[in-house]
Every structure is written in C-alpha cells, then in structure tokens.
C-alpha cells in the first residue's frame, strides 16, 4: 500500500481478536447490505478478527449481504466487491484494506451521500483499547501537521469523568490537579493559557478566561479529539502550544437508529461518599424530498461528594531574626487548616442537525451546554504566629541558653527558647476561624451554524457561533470568628492559644493545641492540652455575603474556501478565509457585610460553639487536634437574617469589562510531490482591546477607560516527508503569539499616596511572542503500533510575569497629585525565554507477534501503550532575572500496560510528573512556589456480555496520590491534601 493512498484513506474502523487461524476458518455469517463500515464491524465480531480500513471508502458504500456459511477471507471479498478496497495486509487475524491503485470502484453499491472528512473515527469490537488505537493513529498518519488524536472509544476509557483526565495521557500533556480533580493541561510544558481549545474547529472562551477549565468539559461529550502540536495558518494566532479540538457527535456517524449510554455509580474512599454517573446519545436518519437529515442528542450527568482535609503554610525571613544562620531560617508565618464538604455535579447536554442536501451541500446546526457546580461547605483555621514578631528580641551572637520566650513575646522565630523552623511552641497567638459556603457555577454554552459546499471547483466552508461562558463564584455566606487581641505586654494572651508546630515531615504538618498561661511579669508558657477548638473563647467579628458573576459573551464568523490546482506540475491546495471575533467579558460583585453589633441586632448567636455540629472532621488528615463541622442549615438561617437586616451594595472596585475584537484573514498552500507535501502560509490578525472600570479619585468613584491596538503576523511553514508507507518525517515552522487574559487587560487601580503605590491590572500588557521549530520521526508499524520520537524548540519573547515597576500614567492624577511615578504591581512583560524538548511514544500489542515469538496464542492480548516528555525552560523576568519556566515539568511520561481477550479488556495506567514552578517569589518569601511532583495509578476493566452490553468497574488514584505545594524546597511545604481513591462500576449499552 503506497503513501499516498493511506494519506487518502483517513480515518479507520477496526474489532480485534484472538485466535491465529481465524481467517481460515468456515463460520456461518449473516450480515445483510448495509453501510459498509457497519457491516465490516459486524463481520469483524462474527469472525473475532480485526479489520483496520480507510473511513472515507467506507462510508461512501454499502456493503454487500454475506450470509451463509464460508471462509472469513471469503466473506471479506464478498462484503467488499465493488468498493475499490483490497487487502494490503493479512496477519492471520489482523486484516488492513486500503483503496486499490485504480481508485474506487465506480460500481457497485454507492451511499447516497458522502460524509466530510471530519467525522468521528467509529471503533466497534470486542478489544476496545487496540480498536480505537487503530483508529487514531489512522487519522493521525493522514494529518498534514503534527497531531495527536483520541478516538471516541478511548475518551472514558479509563477513569475519565472530564476532558482533562481524558487527554492527561496524551504524549506532551501535563495535567494540573484542583480539589482532587484533573483541572487544567499543560501541553510540552507551556503556560495553561497557551493552548486553546475549540468545538468543532471553532474557538470557544473558558469560564476561566484563556486558562480553560477542563473540568467544566465531560470526557463523554466528545466523538474524538484532536490536539494539533503545530500551529498551521487556519488557526488562531493565539496558538501558542497547541490546540484541543473537540469533535462532538453528528447523527450520520451511524448508519441509522442508535441508542448508546451508560448508567454507574461508585464510591470515595475518604468519607465513604458517593457518585452517580450517567450519559445517553440518541441519533437516526431521516430521508427526505431534497436531501438526508440526521438528528443527535446527548446528555450526561455526573455527581459525587467528597470530604478533604487539608494544610497550608505561609513562609519568610523575618527581619529581627539576626542571630548567626539566619540567612537560611524561614518560619511559618501562619499555619491553616481547612476542612471541605464537597458536592460536585457535572452535566451537560448537546444537540445537532445535519441535513445533507446532495454531494456537494450540506447544512448542520449544533448546540452544546457544560456546567459545573460546585457546593462547598468550609471550615476554615488560621493560626497566625507571626503576629507579633515586632516583639522578638535581636541580637547578633549565639544563644547562652535556652530559656523561655522573653516577657511579652510569643517566642515566635525565637532560636534561643529552642524553636526552630521546623519543629518548637509559640504562645498566645490568635486563632481566626472562617465558616462559609461557596454556591460555584461554571458553564459554556456554544452554537454554532455551519455550511459546506463544492461550488464550481472552489470548496466553501462557513461558520457562525455565538458563545457564552459563565463563572458564578458566589459565596452566599462567610462567618468569621477570632480568639482575643493580644493587648498591652501580653494581658490577653492568656485567652488565645498556645502552638506546638511539627514542620519536620513534608507530607504532615501537625499542630498540637494549648491554653495559654500568662506569669505576672508577662512571661507567657504552655498551659493544659485541648483537642477540640471550640474550647477556646471565640467571638463573631464579623458576616459577609458575596454574590460574583464573570459573564463572557462571543461572537465568530468564518470563511475559507479552498481549491485544487496544478503548481509546476504537482497537486495542489489553495486555501485562503478570513475570521471574525468579538468577545466580551464582564465581571460584577455585590456584597453583604454585617459588624459583630449589626449582626446581633438580627438576631444571629455570636457564639462560635453555637454553629457546630456533633460531627468530627473526617478528611483522612490528622492535623493535631479535632474540629466539628459547622451546620450549614444554621448557616443558610443566618444568612436569610443578614439579607433581611441588610442590603448588598455592588463593589464597583471590582467591576470591569474588557473587550477584545480580531480581524483576521489567512492564507496557505498545500502542495503534493512523490515524497510528501508541504503546507505553507501565513496569518495576520489585527487585534483591539478595550476596558472599563472605576477608580476611586479623591473619594468619588471615576470611570476609567484604556485599550490598545496591535496588528501580528504569523507565517508557518509544515512538511510531511514519507519516508516510505509506514515512515513519516514531520517539520514544522510556526509562530503564535498569547494574548494577555481579561482579568490582566482589566483596568482596575488601588493606589496609596501614604506608600506611593498602585496595583491592579495592566491595560496595556503585550502579547507573549513565540517562534517555534518541531522535527519528529513516526513510524507506524504493522498491522498496528506506533513510535515516534520527535524535538521541539520555542523562542520566547515578553514571557508576563507577576511584578512591579512605575506606573508611568497618567490616568490616576487627581487633585494636583501626580502618581505616574508611583511603584506599580501588577503583571508585566517580561524579557527574552525559551522552552524545549523531545518527546517518543511507543504503542504496540504483543497479538501480531506470538506466532514468531513461539508464544500462546493467549499472549497476544497483552498490550503497552507509553510516552514520555523531557522539558527544559528558562524567562526572564522584568527585574531582569532567568528564572526556571512556569508550568514545566522537566519530565513527563505515562506507562498503561492492558490485556483483552474473548470480551474482557484491563487497563493499569501510571501517569507522572515531575515537580514545576507554580508561581515566582521572592527569597524573602521562601522563594518560588513549586507543586511537588504529581503521580497517579488507575486501572479500569471491563467484559463485553455482547456487542451491545458490557460492564466496568474502575479505580482511580490507587495510591492515594497527595497535592502537595513547597515554597523554595520540598521541606517548607505550601499545601497538601490528599483525595483518596474512587471506585465506580456500572454498565454500557450500545443499540
């Protein structure tokens, strides 16, 4: 089979099997004519075979009937005469067609319509893993850019609730965890905003800005995914890493009525907390008087509870500690424990049309809503020791002694009462607790309405779609208690708690609980043990309520058309389109605050003891001590008093809206030659940012109005090199640049004439430029397996960081002060950078070799499947220092290994990466804030009762794999958590 014709065939469909001799063995068929693809599948299930062949063949023909009782490769030729298929390769059980060398067939038993080359691979089977292996690497080896792909049967596959966990396997890909759930993707190591995400080639904006929530997105949504590592001119220019194509589900993916879905329910091991998990896709065909129409719907719903404890800690020098070593003593400024509730629910529901009129037209109209909600009941303890470090004694020489902290003093930092960063007591410092409820929403609606169309020789492609992203982080209610002020010398220390703080283990900060005495010269000492906080007198300080909506409102036209045409003598593809985008985000705040007085005028208990219940914390981290649960119906009772006696008022500090509107045009050539093709082109968007907001000027709240301009340029440059048919050479040129998020364009300023400073957003943030290169060598073996190994280089330039500088404005002036001088924190752009690496994939399963291996046949079910990723990254930051590149992690990879046979198919998957900066900071501050590597094992198993019935059951997390954040080095921890595992069992059903 030649290059070109696999390059032609697309996408495939496959079932795999067992038994070495099944191609000569006489079965009895009875598969009547139908869709050709369909009918393949049923005769690779009849036969316990796998057939690998190019989707675009299958899905213009319909088969012919094979009944009767025959050999397999028999029935094959039957079912496939006229087609224009051959068999380019028969293992004994693997079997791959491909179109004859005359092209297809023009006899024969012909589809009404043709489908376009961007439907889902359909994977049918009993070895699902290898099947949709098959297929993927099918439409990947016909790309013309370099691509990763996912067919439908493998989203979910493992324990994939979201889009994130989904693709977290994908060569390149870096999954960051929130509250135990896989929430962002860094692709090779770039920024999350760096890689953009689209629904069916369109572009959709995040609840979360250009950082896009994964989670929001359910795995089952999709019919395959397609990550495209290397930016072609078709795609926005704001394409730094990459892009996530999400391909949802069309109803002429099946030959005509289709019922599929899947009903399960688990459990979390921590809490012993339940989940629900559930989706349905219904679809058919309709022929009409003018055309064919096909309908699809689909839903999920996906719910669960979970219980979390977690810790956190603050670090920094602090300026009186002076005695010798100093330099390299960080203490815990505070110390916080936090004890979640959770309910999550994820739904969604999708809908299209598609309605082809004839060959050469087709109309389609699409719908897809996601959400997230997310309940969260928090207990919230802040054990601040740093409060009064004001008071610690100096001195410049060694200790004496050890002695008790001096009068007056918590002995907080203090090396001569014995403390030290890791481990010691401080005393009388104060306790601050927070109960809240946070009531999240996260949702994306996207529309869209398309056209395809073949007009004289010209191919006409149009989109419309209108997008709305919604973040609602509301906090309906937050009460906050706090022990008593610490008073002159000390006098009421005695009413606040003494600390025994254990740092020394990484994976556990533990805090042991004291009341506090106090001696009539102000010497404070450890008084009796307490286990439980509510022990100590803590009072109501004070009530809030927060009502928060992000709204983001998109708007996109596009228009390409392309055409076949001969240049010196090779085929070739002009394609040229422009696009339109107009997106708008709006943030807005109202809140509700009542004082300790005010709130007990409502009638809300000031008493903290009064809010609990009888139930302990039962996050799985033994923190020191014990803590109730608040109630959280007296919490909602409270809150309806707080709204009776009180009114929100809208926080005009916070509101901003941005928009960003992008005039884009693009063109590139496609030019075939013996060896391969190349794609060349360029893009040139010209993009307008406004923002509004209000500051506060000389009291009075001012309307504040920026914005910028900039034309980019993005020329690309891609060749495929067959290096014969199953070797490709990919190199690819491109460039992209990422544009600033909204809430940094946003034009909100505080500022402080006391401290001559300002902070806020930064209006005119530049885009962050990229130039980049990508050699990679593929080599698809067969029947079925794939290596690859492949490098990539970014130069970077205006990396944005966190950071301060002058303000150089001149739009805070007011009242003859002048503030352009002011120190400015906010984000900024950064100098030169670059990030690198070399990627190599090694998929392949045993079954092609046992018979040359000598092995059982029943070895053949064995199976590996891994990547791995090696980064390397450095910036410069504005104050001109090269730092290691945020979101990096210098190694990636993923290791599965499965088995399937007769029906059952098992997967062990391991997935790790190796710790990456979170944030930049200053050595004052421990220094930059890293997560700690993160490593995750799921297995997943299921048994096929028939083609249409099959039940799973899944872990995920067997190792109970903690969060974990560190400030400068693993043993001044920032955060940890730990989520435990999750067991889910159900059924599937396909009809």
């Not at 394409?239 to 009525?257: E, K, M, Y």
């Not at 067969?782 to 190994?789: C, K, T, V, W, Y």
Request: aromatic residues 10%; contains cysteine; glycine residues 10%.
């Amino acid at each position: 089979m030649t290059s070109k014709s696999w390059l032609a065939a697309g996408i495939g469909i496959a079932a795999l099997t067992i038994a070495m001799p099944a191609l000569a063995q006489v079965r009895n068929f009875n598969i009547p004519a139908q869709d050709l693809g369909t009918a393949l599948s049923r005769l690779a299930h009849q036969a316990d075979i796998q057939i690998v062949a190019p989707d675009a063949v299958t899905r213009r023909f319909r088969s012919h009937a094979v009944q009767g009782q025959m050999e397999t490769r028999a029935a094959i030729a039957r079912m496939i005469e006229g087609s224009g298929l051959v068999v380019a390769s028969d293992s004994g059980s693997v079997v791959v067609l491909a179109a004859g060398n005359d092209g297809e067939a023009a006899s024969g038993p012909k589809a009404e319509s043709v489908e376009p080359e961007a439907a889902e691979i359909v994977v049918t089977g009993a070895h699902p893993i290898a099947e949709s292996e098959a297929a993927a690497l099918a439409r990947q080896r016909a790309s013309d850019s370099l691509v990763s792909v996912v067919a439908s049967d493998s989203v979910g596959r493992m324990p994939d609730q979201n889009m994130a966990q989904a693709l977290g396997r994908i060569p390149g890909v870096a999954i960051q965890r929130d509250q135990g759930r896989a929430r962002y993707l860094n692709l090779r190591g770039a920024p999350k905003n760096w890689t953009t995400v689209s629904f069916d080639g369109i572009n959709v904006i995040s609840p979360g800005g250009r950082q896009t929530l994964f989670d929001t997105i359910p795995a089952a949504i999709a019919s395959q995914v397609v990550v495209r590592k290397a930016v072609t001119p078709d795609m926005t220019g704001e394409t730094v890493a990459g892009n996530i194509d999400i391909v949802t589900r069309s109803g002429f993916d099946f030959p005509g009525l289709h019922v599929a879905g899947k009903l399960g329910g688990g459990v979390q091991r921590i809490g012993n907390k339940g989940e629900v998990d559930t989706s349905l896709t219904v679809s058919d065909r309709f022929q009409t008087g003018v055309g064919e129409i096909a309908v699809v719907l689909s839903g999920t719903y996906y719910h669960r509870s979970f219980l979390v404890d977690n810790f956190e800690n603050t670090w920094a020098q602090v300026a009186r500690d002076t005695r010798p070593g100093s330099q390299d003593r960080y203490w815990a400024a505070t110390s916080t424990n936090k004890f979640y509730r959770f309910t999550n629910t994820n739904w969604s529901g999708s809908g299209r049309v598609d309605w082809r009129i004839n060959d050469r037209h087709r109309l389609f109209a699409s719908a897809v809503y996601t959400a997230l909600t997310e309940n969260e009941a928090r207990d919230r303890f802040v054990f601040n020791m740093a409060e009064q470090q004001s008071r610690l004694p100096t001195g410049t020489t060694a200790c004496a002694a050890i002695a008790p902290p001096a009068a007056g003093t918590t002995g907080y930092a203090d090396i001569c009462t014995g403390n030290t960063p890791q481990a010691g007591t401080v005393y009388g410092i104060p306790l601050t607790i927070g109960i809240s409820y946070k009531d999240f929403l996260q949702s994306v609606s996207t529309n869209t309405l398309g056209g395809d169309h073949e007009i004289g020789d010209w191919n006409v492609q149009w989109r419309a779609n209108y997008t709305r992203a919604l973040d609602d982080r509301s906090i309906p209610n937050t009460m906050t208690y706090a022990t008593p002020a610490f008073g002159t010398n000390g006098a009421g220390a005695g009413s606040r708690v003494t600390v025994g703080y254990d740092y020394s283990n990484p994976l556990l900060s533990r805090l042991s609980l004291y009341t506090t005495q106090r001696s009539t010269s102000g010497v404070l000492s450890q008084g009796g043990a307490v286990s439980d906080v509510s022990a100590y007198p803590l009072t109501l300080t004070g009530l809030s309520g927060l009502k928060a909506k992000d709204v983001t409102d998109a708007y996109t036209g596009k228009l390409v058309l392309s055409r076949n045409l001969s240049l010196l003598g090779h085929e070739s593809v002009l394609t040229f389109g422009g696009q339109y985008d107009r997106r708008t985000k709006i943030a807005r705040e109202r809140s509700l605050k009542l004082s300790t007085a005010q709130a007990a005028a409502a009638g809300i208990t000031t008493d903290y003891a009064s809010e609990l219940t009888d139930s302990m914390h039962d996050g799985g981290l033994s923190v020191g001590y014990q803590a109730r649960y608040f109630d959280l119906d007296t919490l909602l009772a409270n809150l309806a008093k707080a709204e009776a006696a009180g009114d929100y008022a809208p926080n005009t500090a916070n509101y901003y809206r941005v928009s960003e509107e992008v005039l884009a045009g693009f063109a590139m050539l496609k030019t075939t030659f013996d060896w391969g093709n190349v794609v060349a082109g360029a893009r040139v968007e010209k993009v307008s940012n406004e923002g509004r907001a209000f500051v506060t000027l000389a009291g009075v709240s001012t309307p504040i109005l920026a914005g910028n301009d900039r034309t980019l340029v993005f020329p690309s440059l891609h060749a495929n090199v067959n290096l014969d048919s199953s070797k490709v050479l990919r190199l690819s040129l491109n460039t992209g640049a990422a544009r600033p998020d909204y809430s940094i364009l946003r034009p909100n300023f505080t500022y402080s004439d006391t401290g001559q400073t300002v902070s806020g957003g930064n209006p005119q943030a530049r885009p962050e430029r990229a130039k980049g290169v990508d050699l990679y060598f593929e080599w698809y073996t067969r029947p079925q397996g794939f290596i690859s190994l492949g490098g990539f280089y970014k130069k970077l330039d205006g990396v944005l960081f966190s950071a301060t500088g002058i303000f150089n404005s001149t739009a805070l002036n007011s009242g003859g002060v002048d503030r352009s001088g002011y120190v400015y924190s906010t984000t900024l752009n950064g100098g030169s950078g670059e990030l690198y690496g070399i990627e190599g994939v090694f998929q392949q399963q045993l079954e092609p070799y046992t018979q040359a291996l000598g092995l059982p046949d029943w070895m053949g079910g064995f199976g590996v499947q891994a990547n791995v990723t090696v980064n390397r990254g450095k910036a410069n930051t504005p104050d001109g220092r090269s730092v290691q590149f945020p979101g990096a992690s210098k190694l990636i990879y993923n290791v599965g290994g499965y088995y399937e046979m007769s029906g059952v198919s098992l997967r062990l998957n391991y997935q790790y990466r190796s710790p990456w900066v979170d944030a930049i900071a200053s050595a004052a501050e421990g220094g930059d804030l890293y997560f700690a590597a993160d490593r995750q094992l799921d297995f997943s198993s299921r048994y096929a009762i028939n083609d249409r019935l099959e039940v799973y059951f899944d872990v995920a997390n067997i190792l109970n794999a903690p969060l974990r954040r560190y400030a400068g080095d693993a043993s001044r921890p920032v955060e940890f958590a730990r989520y435990g595992q999750r067991y889910e069992g159900g059924f599937r059903f396909n009809f």
